[in-house]
């Protein structure tokens, strides 16, 4: 069974950079057909799509935050990150990551971490 | 983007009654393969997210079967034939038709 788990600084200062890893065990990055996502949901709120990488490094950001957001692969740790640069308390939220699965170049999120919480805060 | 609205945000049920939940979509989410492109989940406090529902109305592996799935086009709807205990939580559909992914805004679904 695929598990995913995040991890990273719960607490993050405004206009700095938010950082978070997503491990993934039970399945290979590596493997084609996955988009490797991160969403977030804000408190009281619903929820947001951040993007995807797939295991080549391609990548595809939601237009909302396209200029504040990075994301990396780390084949060789089976880990995937996520860079949310320029933080404000609008960026507090739990973040999650997710595995993608794209039978025909469409796909949804079929397995989860079980999120963190991270907030912006002086 | 697609707008993705849920009704009701709020829904108390009764153990062993039946339970709806309408999702309607800004555009269609049937794609020319001819499957809908409509998702749905469920959120647990401190668990990882269940995906309950894919392509409109298929049950993901593990799903008991009173959670079903219906619609096409801009109209969905989930339904649990029989309420348990455990099926609390908030209720989110998804389109995974088109970039990027988009959410309704939850119904939280509480026991009476």
């Known amino acids: 069974q695929v598990q995913l788990q995040e991890s990273g600084p719960g607490l993050v200062k405004p206009s700095q950079t938010l950082s978070l890893t997503c491990t993934v065990s039970?399945?290979?990055?590596?493997?084609?057909?996955?988009?490797w996502t991160w969403i977030r949901h804000h408190p009281g709120k619903g929820l947001e799509w951040i993007g995807y990488?797939?295991?080549?490094?391609?990548?595809y950001y939601n237009p909302s935050l396209r200029s504040r957001v990075a994301m990396s692969v780390d084949r060789p740790k089976n880990q995937f990150s996520l860079k949310l640069n320029s933080v404000t308390a609008a960026d507090t939220a739990v973040y999650y990551c997710?595995?993608?699965?794209?039978?025909?170049?469409?796909?949804?999120?079929?397995?989860w971490g079980q999120g963190t919480l991270v907030t912006v805060s002086s | 983007d697609i707008v993705m609205t849920q009704s009701p945000l709020s829904l108390p049920v009764t153990p062993g009654e039946p339970a709806s939940i309408s999702c309607r979509s800004s555009q269609s989410l049937l794609h020319s393969n001819g499957h809908n492109y409509l998702v749905w989940y469920l959120l647990k406090p401190g668990k990882s997210p269940q995906l309950l529902i894919f392509l409109g109305s298929t049950r993901a592996s593990g799903v008991p079967d009173r959670f079903s799935g219906s619609g096409s086009g801009t109209d969905f709807t989930l339904k649990i034939s029989r309420v348990e205990a455990e099926d609390v939580g908030v209720y989110h559909c998804m389109q995974a038709l088109q970039t990027p992914r988009t959410f309704g805004q939850g119904t939280r679904l509480e026991i009476e």
């Open positions: 997710a595995r993608e699965v794209v039978p025909a170049a469409i796909g949804w999120m079929d397995y």
């Open positions: 039970g399945g290979s990055i590596s493997s084609g057909g996955y988009y």
């Open positions: 990488i797939d295991y080549s490094g391609s990548t």
